[in-house]
C-alpha cells in the first residue's frame, strides 16, 4: 500500500515561515519539502496582504507543484477577486494560471464556520489517485 503525505498551511504563517526561511538559508530545503507533498492544502488564502517577495514565493511554491502535485486552496474570498489580492498583474496571472485553470472549485453552501461544525473524515486518496490537479474550495 502506498500512502500519501499531506501538508498543511495556513496562508500568513506559510508566508511567515518562507520569509524566515531566507533569513536563516534554509529557504531551498523549505521549497522541496512542500514540492514533495503529495497534497498541499493552503488555507485562509487572502486573508493577508503580500509583499512583492511573498507572491514570488508562492509562484515558486506552485510552480514546483503545477502538473505534478495536489493542491487544495481554502478561501472566503471569491475566486474572481483573487487576482486584485494578488495584486501584480503579472504574476498574479502567472499564480492564477497554476492554480485556476486545471482546478476544480467546490462551493460550500453553509452559513456556520467550517470550525463550529463537526470533523468530518475527507478521502483524499481518491481524489490523488487522478492525475495532479488542483482544487479550490470557495466560502459563502
Known amino acids: 500500500m502506498k500512502f500519501l503525505s499531506a501538508m498543511y498551511w495556513r496562508v500568513p504563517r506559510l508566508v511567515e515561515e518562507v520569509r524566515g526561511a531566507h533569513g536563516d ?4 530545503r523549505l ?3 512542500i514540492a514533495k ?3 498541499l492544502v493552503l488555507d ?6 503580500l509583499t512583492a517577495q511573498d507572491r514570488a514565493d508562492l509562484l515558486e511554491i506552485l510552480d514546483d507543484r503545477v502538473h505534478a502535485r495536489s493542491t487544495i486552496v481554502v478561501s472566503q474570498l471569491p475566486v474572481d477577486a ?4 494578488l495584486g501584480e498583474p503579472t504574476v498574479a496571472d502567472a499564480i492564477l494560471d497554476r492554480l485556476v485553470h486545471h482546478s ?11 470550525r463550529r461544525q ?3 473524515c475527507v478521502r483524499i486518496r481518491s481524489f490523488c489517485r487522478l492525475r495532479p490537479q488542483t482544487a479550490v474550495a470557495v466560502g459563502r
Request: net charge positive.
Open 37 to 39: 507533498a503529495s497534497v
Open 25 to 28: 538559508g534554509s529557504y531551498l
Open 44 to 49: 485562509d488564502w487572502g486573508l493577508t496582504a
Open 31 to 33: 521549497l522541496k519539502k
Open 104 to 114: 476544480h472549485r467546490i462551493r460550500l453552501a453553509t452559513s456556520d464556520s467550517m
Open 82 to 85: 483573487w487576482h486584485g489580492y
Open 118 to 120: 463537526p470533523p468530518k
